[in-house]
């Protein structure tokens, strides 16, 4: 049976491939897996039979013989343990890449999605302010800083592109042009990733979502 994706059927990114999703997507093309899709509506998150699969109403998630998953990285690793292709074959390499993927989301990633809400969730509060962008700002910079140093010239975070590049390129994605742009070896770094064939594929499959605008019912 081909695995069943669940994605947004509408994301306020417009298709722009910042939606967690889109972190299965890669990996999926990367492995060479086809799969189904199954569309999800902000109001559809929440009702019983999402819930069922996802507790926290939330997207992705992914479902194959009987197996539920939910969590990007739990499925970007559940692929990379199953298919060839996104971790490497040594288990001092294998653990290494997994490193990389914990360091993405846990790391790297909350300074950046702080930032990005802040500007809905922090709107009318006393906090709010320029003081308040500067702090966050200099909270994802000082984690680029750290990632920029480690990359150095190197193509990929640890030899070979592995799970470990696919989160953390999708996590660099979402962070302020500008800020990137201070780094130009990650900058670079997540341009190649984007020229990977699978990515390409991954983007072009969740863009032709948001071709037409959003629905009615999203």
């Known amino acids: 049976m081909l695995p069943i994706l669940t994605v947004f059927k509408w994301s306020p990114d417009g298709g722009k491939g910042l939606a967690r999703d889109m972190r299965a997507r890669w990996a999926l093309e990367e492995v060479g897996q086809a799969y189904q899709v199954r569309l999800v509506s902000f109001k559809g998150l ?4 999402h819930r069922a699969r996802h507790p926290f109403g939330q997207i992705p998630t992914f ?3 009987g197996l539920v998953l939910f969590e990007s990285g739990a499925i970007v690793l559940h692929l990379a343990l199953r ?3 996104l971790l490497p074959s040594d ?6 890449a997994m490193m990389w993927m914990f360091a993405a989301v846990s790391t790297v990633e909350p300074p950046i999605v702080e930032r990005e809400q802040s500007e809905f969730t922090d709107r009318g509060k006393p906090w709010y302010s320029p003081e308040r962008f500067a702090f966050l ?3 994802i910079r000082a984690r680029l ?6 990359l150095g010239e190197r193509e ?3 030899g070979a592109f592995s799970a470990g590049d696919l989160m953390m390129v999708l996590v660099l994605r979402r962070a302020e042009a500008p800020l990137l742009a201070e780094f130009p070896n990650l900058a670079a770094y997540v341009a190649r990733g984007e020229a990977r064939s699978a990515y390409k594929h991954a983007y072009a499959a969740q863009a032709a979502l948001y071709a037409g605008g959003p629905p009615e019912d999203w």
């Open 46 to 49: 929440k009702a019983p039979e």
């Open 63 to 65: 479902e194959q013989d």
């Open 83 to 85: 298919h060839p292709g």
């Open 91 to 96: 288990p001092d390499g294998r653990a290494r």
């Open 137 to 139: 700002d200099d909270a």
């Open 145 to 150: 800083q750290d990632l920029s140093a480690h």
């Open 156 to 158: 990929w975070l640890d």
